[in-house]
């Protein structure tokens, strides 16, 4: 697939059938999902109405890591490929997973101060998301800083690549450490142990929220493609002035 | 529907977790429609400067 999808003109022919799918699909599972995440799901019996952030907390941490995971996997197609679209779809995924990321600490803050009574705890959960936020933003900052196009997806490719590290230390970090963040309960060997009548307004706003992180990711690299195309006519013409 | 608003007493956690998410979420919408027409304007300018 990453070859087929390499070749820009295939890439632009796949985005034009795949961005109103997405977008599609974004909207008939966020828009139920979030009427049974707000309405029509009971309370939890211990947090009580507060499980209602959940349904945005638990998805924006799943973004958080997948499109992490997502700019890691193109940056080694990049860099070892050299697939010119593989560093588009890693720069057009940086600040997307960063508001995710960014909203996966805002609304766990929410919800750790009622629950737990701190906004905040040095948690190796808390703790190793605030660094994948940082890996995304450091990503963006390296990018931006480099005058050299090519030096700048090289490096941040590297930078991307060396942050995969971080992703089984946030997913495990409730099994390795005495962490106050709960285990998980849904993506478990054993099958989830969540309540059915809790699970579907997440599974529906999870992957309503996946299916809007693709459409956003499509959506910009089409628009960073046409970038660069403007921009290389526009050395040409520098180039011959 | 006002004792449904105060969500058991934790509207003031559970509001503003939905609200920073929709407004993230209607950020990154905005942004990348005003990036995409950006780009389109430019290589609109590019492509005629091109065929001057």
Redesign the interface.
Known sequence: MFSYLANPARFDRFARIAIPVTGFLALVLILPGAWFA?FASP?DYQQ???I??MY??VP?AWLGLALYLAMGVASFVYFVWRHPVADVAAASIA??GA??A??CL??GA??G??TWGAWWVWDARLTSMLIQLLLFLGYMALRGALEDEKQAAKSAAVLAMAGLVNLPIVKFSVDWWASLHQGASVMRLDGPTIDPSQLLPLLLMATGFTA?AGW?VL??M???I??R???A??A??EARA | MSEYLAMGGHAAFIWPAWGLTALGVAGLIAFVLAERRAARKRLAREETEAGR
């Open positions: 707000l309370p009580g109405e507060t209602r952030i945005v907390h924006a600040p997307i508001v995710f960014a909203l805002a609304s929410l919800w101060k009622p809007l956003l959506y910009r089409r628009s960073v046409i970038d195309r403007a921009r006519l526009q040409q013409r």
